[in-house]
């Protein structure tokens, strides 16, 4: 008799507690002082689970409703109709992006066997599958944002990673192994720096924010497979700012307005690659890299 007793006292305390002499108020009936439910559970220690059990509730407090959860939405891979036509065309231009994935993973074996001529011609043929992809599916109709993140991660591996193995390959015995993994190393972050940011920037039809990873990708490449005659440490130093190239502010033309040059432009590296084509791809590249500087003070002049 004495534990039922006091199994209920317990269960009355916590629901009213002790009150004053009078009136009990009016919020009581609403809510629970949960001030006065911490002293007793302070004063009788840790309720015991029988009590908090049978705890009367106030029938003006209404039961907390439960929220379902909504059901796990499945986002298609391909947006729009789902024919077996763009089906396939979906696949064709899919099947580009994982061809220069691979041929990324091609380059990077061919290099630690020593064959670096053959790792930055593979390089090359990354560089064709990467912008045909992106022109398939331009004309396909197939663009999706799964492609384009696709598109991403390929580039990542083919010329974030591959890329500066190659030239780290190709740089063996040539200078400090310390210094050519700094600059290699330098490529890799700054090719993940200049992804990112692309992904996530508003795009410009007209200029590219920094050296795109593709083509800083066939500089190197076509370095390597040409055997451009400086030395070792210059080159070193190309590779770093060329790295640095990329994660810049400076605004570089895009190909459709180098295509739409006048002619005579054109004839000069032309007639120059057919004299050196080493110098010509030398001097062609320095200049590039010199016009986002020149565009960028000549934006700022006429701003």
């Given at each position: 008799?004495r534990r ?6 317990q269960v009355l305390l ?6 004053d002499?009078g009136?009990?108020?009016a919020?009581?009936?609403v809510?629970?002082d949960?001030r006065?439910?911490?002293r007793?559970?302070?004063?009788y ?22 929220v379902?959860?909504p ?5 298609p891979?391909?947006?729009?109709a789902?024919?077996?036509a763009?089906?396939a ?6 099947a580009c ?7 990324g993973?091609?380059?990077i074996f061919?290099a ?13 043929a990354?560089?064709v ?10 004309r396909?109709g197939?663009a999706s944002?799964f492609?384009?993140?696709?598109d ?5 591996c083919?010329f974030?990673?591959?890329a500066?193995?190659v ?5 063996a015995?040539?200078?400090?192994p310390?210094?050519?993994a700094v600059a290699?190393?330098?490529?890799a972050?700054?090719?993940?720096i200049?992804?990112?940011?692309f992904?996530?920037?508003p795009?410009?039809g007209r200029?590219f924010?920094?050296?795109?990873t ?5 500089v190197?490449?076509l370095?390597v497979?040409?055997g451009?005659?400086v030395s070792?440490r210059?080159l ?10 990329m994660?810049?502010s400076?605004p570089?033309?895009?190909?459709a307005r180098?295509?739409?040059?006048p002619?005579w432009?054109?004839l000069?590296?032309?007639l ?5 084509i080493?110098?010509t791809?030398?001097l062609?590249?320095?200049g590039y890299l010199v016009?986002?500087p020149v565009l960028?003070l000549?934006q700022?002049?006429?701003?």
């Open positions: 008799m039922s007793s006091t199994f209920a006292r916590v629901r009213v507690g002790r009150r002499a009136a009990a108020p919020a009581d009936l809510a629970p949960h006065r439910t911490d007793q559970r302070l004063r220690g840790r309720l015991d689970p029988e009590v908090e059990a049978v705890m009367p509730v106030s029938p003006a407090l209404a039961p907390a409703a439960v379902d959860e059901p796990a939405m499945v986002i891979l391909l947006p729009g789902r024919t077996a763009r089906r065309k979906f696949a064709l231009v899919n992006t994982l061809s220069s994935l691979m041929l993973m091609l380059a061919l630690m066997r020593g064959e670096v001529r053959t790792a930055a011609l593979c390089l090359i990354c560089v599958f990467d912008g045909l992809d992106g022109a398939l599916a331009r396909l197939v944002p492609g384009a993140q696709m991403s991660l390929a580039d990542m083919s974030g990673i591959a500066p193995v030239v780290y390959a190709s740089l015995g040539s200078v400090r310390a210094a050519a290699c190393a330098l490529v972050a700054c090719a993940a200049r992804l990112a940011r992904n996530v920037s795009k410009d200029f924010c920094g050296v795109p593709t083509m800083a990708a066939a190197l490449a370095t497979a040409i451009v005659p070792g210059v070193v130093g190309g590779v770093a700012l060329l790295a640095f190239a994660v810049s400076f570089y033309a895009k190909l180098l295509v739409k040059l002619p432009l054109w000069a590296p032309v120059g690659a057919l004299v050196d080493r110098l791809f030398a062609v590249v320095v016009s986002g960028w000549h700022r002049r006429t701003a």
